[in-house]
């Protein structure tokens, strides 16, 4: 009897902004690693979450939603996402169910186009459409590259996960496991914990303080109790932003900490003080050197 070979690989989940790639990849993992928020572009690293189904390790790189970009900070998001489509085994391109599609997608998808690995279209969101609406999409969508497969998709709701994992690893490689069990995703703690404390200052500042934050996590100290206690740099670009999130007599900065530390607290699996500064760094998002120091550049 002929053993069934083990599959292993890597698939980049690409996309227009807001297009539910992190969703998904939360929804596949069956737990939330990445953030999601309304706000385009909250992704701004890349991260690789691990699967393991019987038979097959499957390796998600979840990358910067794809925008025309305004300053540095976008150049470099695009050029991180765009570096990923040669280097998987699998490409993924996502497209909302809910919005047509347009320039961009057209954009996005003559990338994809070009992708040498095996090409996957997932429509995402299908809970929020009607059948004529999906369907549609499905048409349209279908044209903007040379799709190996199409799956229509809701993550929130876990319609189609699995199956779309099943795609995933039917055009996988035969190869052995990249990662231990035990280990669900690439990112340092220092990563997540960043990356919680930014979805909350996004999710209660969207208005006034959209795509100037961003935050550093500078330490996390173990205390013999098994406490963590841990620091936060929250970086903003003028004065103005500073008083938002800061709000009056520290209100809402004091309410991003509290939401951020059940986050962090799961993370650790321990009880965690978090100490949130605030700093006004201008014009971070043309700054090179910052863009790197915050680790959003594409990985050479």
Same mark, same amino acid.
């Given at each position: 009897?002929?053993?069934?070979?083990?599959?292993?690989?890597?698939?980049?989940?690409?996309?227009?902004?807001?297009?539910?790639?992190?969703?998904?990849?939360?929804?596949?993992?069956?737990?939330?690693?990445?953030?999601?928020?309304?706000?385009?572009?909250?992704?701004?690293?890349?991260?690789?979450?691990?699967?393991?189904?019987?038979?097959?390790?499957?390796?998600?790189?979840?990358?910067?939603?794809?925008?025309?970009?305004?300053?540095?900070?976008?150049?470099?998001?695009?050029?991180?996402?765009?570096?990923?489509?040669?280097?998987?085994?699998?490409?993924?391109?996502?497209?909302?169910?809910?919005?047509?599609?347009?320039?961009?997608?057209?954009?996005?998808?003559?990338?994809?186009?070009?992708?040498?690995?095996?090409?996957?279209?997932?429509?995402?969101?299908?809970?929020?459409?009607?059948?004529?609406?999906?369907?549609?999409?499905?048409?349209?969508?279908?044209?903007?590259?040379?799709?190996?497969?199409?799956?229509?998709?809701?993550?929130?709701?876990?319609?189609?996960?699995?199956?779309?994992?099943?795609?995933?690893?039917?055009?996988?490689?035969?190869?052995?496991?990249?990662?231990?069990?035990?280990?669900?995703?690439?990112?340092?703690?220092?990563?997540?914990?960043?990356?919680?404390?930014?979805? /909350? $200052?996004? &999710?209660?500042? !969207?208005?006034? #303080?959209?795509?100037?934050?961003?935050?550093?996590?500078? %330490? @996390? *100290?173990?205390?013999?109790?098994?406490?963590?206690?841990?620091?936060?740099?929250?970086?903003?670009?003028?004065?103005?932003?500073?008083?938002?999130?800061?709000?009056?007599?520290?209100?809402?900065?004091?309410?991003?900490?509290?939401?951020?530390?059940?986050?962090?607290?799961?993370?650790?699996?321990? /009880? $965690?003080? &978090?100490?949130? !500064?605030?700093? #006004?760094?201008?014009?971070?998002?043309?700054?090179?050197? %910052? @863009? *790197?120091?915050?680790?959003?550049?594409?990985?050479?």
């Amino acid at each position: 009897m002929t053993e069934t070979p083990f599959r292993s690989g890597f698939v980049a989940l690409v996309g227009r902004p807001n297009a539910g790639k992190s969703t998904l990849l939360n929804a596949c993992c069956g737990k939330r690693l990445a953030i999601a928020t309304p706000v385009a572009q909250t992704t701004r690293k890349r991260m690789r979450a691990v699967v393991n189904a019987p038979g097959c390790q499957i390796v998600i790189v979840d990358t910067p939603g794809l925008h025309k970009p305004k300053d540095a900070l976008g150049k470099e998001l695009n050029r991180a996402a765009l570096a990923e489509l040669s280097d998987v085994d699998v490409v993924a391109m996502l497209v909302d169910v809910t919005k047509p599609v347009g320039t961009g997608d057209e954009w996005v998808g003559a990338h994809v186009d070009h992708a040498r690995a095996p090409k996957i279209l997932v429509l995402t969101k299908a809970d929020l459409a009607k059948p004529d609406q999906v369907s549609g999409q499905v048409e349209a969508a279908s044209r903007l590259a040379r799709f190996d497969d199409v799956i229509v998709t809701s993550a929130t709701e876990g319609f189609n996960v699995e199956a779309f994992e099943r795609l995933v690893a039917e055009r996988l490689p035969e190869g052995p496991k990249w990662f231990p069990d035990d280990m669900d995703s690439d990112a340092t703690d220092e990563d997540l914990v960043s990356e919680f404390v930014r979805e /909350k $200052v996004l &999710l209660n500042c !969207r208005e006034e #303080v959209p795509h100037s934050v961003a935050v550093s996590c500078d %330490e @996390i *100290r173990w205390a013999k109790d098994g406490h963590a206690s841990v620091s936060c740099t929250i970086l903003v670009e003028r004065e103005g932003q500073k008083g938002i999130v800061v709000g009056r007599g520290g209100s809402m900065v004091k309410r991003i900490g509290q939401a951020a530390r059940k986050d962090v607290e799961r993370l650790l699996g321990a /009880k $965690v003080y &978090l100490e949130l !500064r605030v700093q #006004v760094r201008p014009q971070w998002r043309r700054d090179a050197n %910052e @863009i *790197r120091r915050l680790g959003y550049d594409a990985a050479e």
